[in-house]
């Protein structure tokens, strides 16, 4: 599954905001739904896992043990989304959120396992 392109980065003390440019020929669209594309649940999911290890958030070898999600609007091609990824080492999770512009279309936490030694 192929990382939209990343447009824009902002790095806090505990995490990173990425701007993604979601466009339709992206291939996580394939299928989902062809005359109305909807961004799936689960390449949310492995986006904000798949970037929080590009941006180093976590290290690679990092596990998804568990994960929630809540959806609160669909995602629908062309836009801009902008990414949050908040680490929380005490927890091993990532917070994530997705928004476009100042509304919310989903959110939730990324429960990591650490890599075996």
Do not use: C
């Not at 806090?12 to 109305?36: I, K, N, Q, Y």
């Not at 998804?64 to 990824?85: A, E, G, H, S, Y």
């Not at 917070?95 to 030694?117: D, H, K, N, T, W």
Request: hydrophobic share 45%; net charge positive; glycine share 6%.
């Amino acid at each position: 599954m192929k990382l939209p392109p990343i447009l824009a980065e902002r790095r806090s003390a505990d995490g990173v905001a990425l701007d993604l440019a979601v466009t339709e020929d992206l291939d996580v669209f394939e299928g989902h739904f062809p005359a109305l594309p909807v961004l799936p649940g689960v390449a949310q999911v492995d986006w904000a896992l798949r970037l929080a290890k590009s941006q180093q958030l976590v290290g690679n070898g990092a596990e998804l043990r568990d994960f929630q999600v809540k959806f609160r609007n669909v995602i629908r091609p062309p836009l801009t989304l902008t990414l949050t990824l908040r680490w929380d080492a005490a927890r091993q999770r990532i917070q994530f959120e997705y928004r476009s512009g100042a509304v919310a279309m989903s959110s939730g936490r990324l429960i990591l396992r650490a890599a075996p030694s």
